[in-house]
């Protein structure tokens, strides 16, 4: 009888997680269960006897579930409560990151409407970032071209609710975003991958934020410079951790933006997040040659496994309802066609409710198809071939057709 590993996520990202730990003859059995609450998920481990907790999802880490498996002597991946606070308290993560010269873009915090409002009144026009500092499900930073956009912003912020008592106005930076994901001991740490998620729902990264409606890893604008500034950041912020008393133990995520200086290109942290990205892990995790049981193990003793990947290039697409990121309530128990036609991808099912061998549409992001190749355009091809065989009943399935197009305009610029 193997180890009984649960992964905490309810998504494609748990179901990439899973995918990775079943993989590994140590494991016996592996499963994901979405968040609820510390006691409920702690009861689950003891009822199944559960060797080893994967902590995937941001609620979870901010609740202390981390700390509370470790008194109940259950083993856990992830960082705990105050670890995690480099998160799940973004104005705390600012105020870090000066501290230990981490670049990252201006910013000022607030406590009220009111005073970020008189703040930028008196300010000359500007291109700004309002952010929640707490946790909104990824979609907690809005975007304001000017002063009047700002405004909306931190008024729209509301919506969030507790997460945006405390927000953010920080410098508009121009450049590229990436992602970079690293796995830490608490003291060292060992790059897992790169890639580039797509945010924005609409093609040509237009429409609301949602949660991510595709990847590409790695993507053609990590340099060998781009990866020594960001090791420098991790490191930086791992020793950081630690000397406070907090060692980071888990995934971390950073989120950074590549800006164009006069000579060279140097990024900034937009963010951090203390685990896997989603649909970055759909798109790094299958890559991972590592037996990813024993690669987290090894990070949990303290001496963390070197990494071993295949080196293909892998390109995920969401399959989303109609609607997503906003309503979306009439696709829910539509039913989805073609999944079982599919060949030659990786599929992660998301928010999908299987019944009588016959899979129904029951949330936002549904699945994730995963083409993989030796470059961008042949991982592109599959994903999207493997796409046009899917629909959902009444042409209720949305996807951005352009996942990857940085990369594609630059193999366009590079020919003769």
């Known amino acids: 009888?193997?180890?009984?590993?649960?992964?905490?996520?309810?998504?494609?990202?748990?179901?990439?997680?899973?995918?990775?730990?079943?993989?590994?003859?140590?494991?016996?059995?592996?499963?994901?269960?979405?968040?609820?609450?510390?006691?409920?998920?702690?009861?689950?481990?003891?009822?199944?006897?559960?060797?080893?907790?994967?902590?995937?999802?941001?609620?979870?880490?901010?609740?202390?579930?981390?700390?509370?498996?470790?008194?109940?002597?259950?083993?856990?991946?992830?960082?705990?409560?105050?670890?995690?606070?480099?998160?799940?308290?973004?104005?705390?993560?600012?105020?870090?990151?000066k501290q230990h010269d981490i670049p990252s873009p201006e910013f000022h915090v607030f406590d009220s409407i009111e005073d970020g409002v008189h703040y930028i009144e008196v300010q000359p026009q500007c291109s700004w970032f309002v952010k929640a500092s707490g946790l909104a499900e990824g979609k907690g930073a809005l975007p304001a071209k000017n002063n009047a956009q700002a405004i909306d912003a931190i008024r729209e912020l509301t919506k969030f609710g507790t997460a945006a008592y405390t927000y953010l106005l920080e410098e508009w930076l121009d450049g590229e975003e990436f992602s970079a994901f690293a796995i830490c001991d608490g003291k060292n740490f060992k790059m897992l991958g790169y890639a580039q998620d797509h945010k924005r729902v609409y093609d040509g990264d237009l429409g609301g934020n949602t949660g991510g409606?595709?990847?590409?890893?790695?993507?053609?604008?990590?340099?060998?410079?781009?990866?020594?500034?960001?090791?420098?950041?991790?490191?930086?912020?791992?020793?950081?951790?630690?000397?406070?008393?907090?060692?980071?133990?888990?995934?971390?995520?950073?989120?950074?933006?590549?800006?164009?200086?006069?000579?060279?290109?140097?990024?900034?942290?937009?963010?951090?997040n203390a685990r896997?990205?989603?649909?970055?892990?759909?798109?790094?995790?299958?890559?991972?040659?590592?037996?990813?049981?024993?690669?987290?193990?090894?990070?949990?003793?303290?001496?963390?496994?070197d990494i071993k990947t295949d080196g293909?290039?892998?390109?995920?697409?969401?399959?989303?309802?109609?609607?997503?990121?906003?309503?979306?309530?009439?696709?829910?128990?539509?039913?989805?066609?073609?999944?079982?036609?599919?060949?030659?991808v990786i599929l992660y099912k998301a928010?999908?409710?299987?019944?009588?061998?016959?899979?129904f549409a029951n949330g936002g992001r549904l699945f994730y198809i995963v083409g993989e190749g030796n470059d961008i355009m042949e991982a592109r091809q599959r994903a999207y071939d493997a796409m046009a065989k899917v629909s959902v009943d009444g042409l209720n399935l949305h996807f951005r057709t352009d996942i990857g197009w940085r990369d594609v305009q630059r193999i366009a610029k590079m020919k003769p």
Do not use: H
């Open 213 to 272: 409606m595709g990847c590409v890893s790695p993507p053609l604008a990590i340099t060998p410079e781009i990866e020594k500034q960001t090791e420098e950041i991790i490191k930086k912020t791992i020793s950081g951790l630690a000397e406070q008393g907090t060692p980071y133990i888990g995934i971390l995520y950073l989120g950074a933006m590549i800006t164009k200086m006069l000579t060279y290109d140097k990024i900034f942290v937009i963010e951090f």
């Open 351 to 359: 928010g999908i409710k299987k019944a009588d061998e016959r899979y």
């Open 312 to 344: 293909k290039t892998r390109v995920s697409v969401a399959g989303c309802s109609k609607g997503y990121p906003k309503d979306y309530s009439a696709v829910k128990g539509k039913e989805i066609f073609g999944l079982e036609k599919l060949e030659n």
């Open 1 to 97: 009888m193997g180890k009984s590993i649960l992964v905490i996520d309810g998504g494609g990202r748990g179901a990439a997680l899973v995918d990775a730990y079943s993989k590994s003859p140590q494991v016996g059995r592996a499963f994901a269960v979405s968040w609820t609450n510390v006691a409920e998920i702690v009861e689950i481990t003891k009822k199944e006897k559960i060797d080893l907790v994967d902590v995937a999802q941001d609620a979870p880490v901010a609740a202390g579930l981390v700390d509370e498996l470790k008194k109940a002597s259950i083993a856990a991946f992830g960082p705990t409560k105050e670890a995690g606070k480099i998160e799940w308290d973004k104005a705390w993560a600012r105020e870090f990151m």
């Open 276 to 305: 896997w990205g989603d649909p970055e892990a759909e798109t790094i995790i299958p890559g991972i040659q590592n037996d990813y049981y024993e690669l987290v193990s090894s990070a949990l003793g303290g001496n963390i496994l």
